[in-house]
């Protein structure tokens, strides 16, 4: 008894009392200050952040004492996830952490520019933030980061490597990983091609010139005096993908959104193997498609539309797939995860049924095909629309088909692309009885070619 009142005493002495700043373990090395916030400001407002990344740990100071709280409390009964990594939490030994020389002097300005970029036409690396910065004022360090397209901050960052999306220009000896050390990680929208010739865009077009200082430059034989890609034609040909066939959606309706539903529009643009929403990010999903030319198809077309009054936030995700962890059930009964690996309502398994699809951006018009010939169409659409509580449309066209056609086909035109979206959203794959009927028929959607009938 004695020894086990020494155990518990010692348990006891070495129990961290509660503080406003809290230790943050287990992040992935590519986590940086924005991820911490972004994750953990529902717990209340943060005030600093100091990272560790050689341990892959941070500090993060609370406003209030009671939001650190409830940051441990929540990380203690259920799981927590940074940058798609599950994190721990504890009580740091310091309440308050301490900051750099004039940190906290309003007077003595903010070192850190973030840019923000959007739809870019080419790769987005170090070299090129570089150029661009470096003539206006000497440029210290660079981050790049995936966050609502692509994001990088310039300055005092932490960078543990020099390569395509961090570059510490005061430490040139952080030289790049060699291949076979792991998976090297490519540029937020891939390489650009080591080849023009075949991929259909021409000749290449310079764009911006390397870092003038030899100092950091690799040698000649290494790196050409100037970065080249080629800017795409159109959207179909756009070659600089996705570094991961898993796409990040965020601003999902609550109630209005579910896995079938996030499948039947983004299966416009790729195969869907699986969709997965985030029970630590409300309103958001992980879907993986079947490669990363389908992500950026995916990311181009439906990123910054709006579904059930919510604008939906697509960029690359950070996993390198979906693992059905934490399911849970969603607000409209169903699961927070789905396998779609085997569902015969994808369109791009094979390179005959690819080549039929049209990828085509949101239209306020809909073409519908493999619908039963012998029903009134324009009535059930309404009673569709009606039924599942989505908007009516204002105009309809069908199809002239052949005498032996088994299906008809033909347009439908709504007042906006928004109403036709969430029509899309919600009635694509419905199943259409009929009397009588053995098997029923797949109603399938797609945008249009055209913008009005």
Known sequence: MGGLRKERSGLDSHRISPSPVVH??????????????????????????????????????????????????????????????????????????TRPTNADNPNSGNKVLLLSIQNPLYPITTDVLYTVCNPIGSVLRIVIFKRNGIQAMPTRLNVIKNDNESWDYTKPYLVRRDRGKGRQRQAILGEHPSSYSDNGYGSPCPLLPLPGNSRYKLSSADVPDMVSYPLPQSSSSYSAHAPSSVAMVSGLHSSKMNCTRIFNLFCLYGNIEKVKFMKSVPGTALVEMGDEY??????????????????????????????????????????????????????????????????QPPSAVLHYYNVPPFVTYSLIFWQLCTEHDVPGFVKFKMFDAKPSSKTISGLLEFDSKTEAVEVLTVLNHYQIRIPNGSNPYTLKLCFSTSSHL
């Open 24 to 97: 943050v373990r287990g992040l992935c090395e590519a986590v940086v200050e924005a991820d911490l916030i972004d994750a953990l400001e529902k717990f209340g407002s943060i005030c600093y952040v100091m990272m560790m990344p050689f341990k892959r740990q941070a500090l993060v100071e609370f406003t209030a004492a009671e939001s650190a709280d409830r940051c441990v409390s929540c990380g203690a009964k259920e799981p927590v996830y940074i940058a798609g990594q599950q994190a721990y939490f504890n009580y740091s030994t310091s309440k308050r952490i």
């Open 294 to 359: 389908a992500v950026d198809r995916a990311i181009t077309h439906l990123n910054s539309i709006k579904v059930f009054g919510k604008r939906l936030n697509v960029c690359v995700s950070k996993q390198h797939a979906v693992i059905p962890s934490q399911v849970f059930e969603l607000e409209d009964g169903s699961s927070s995860y789905k396998d779609f690996a085997m569902t015969r309502n994808n369109r791009f398994s094979s390179a005959g049924q690819a080549s039929k699809n049209i990828i």
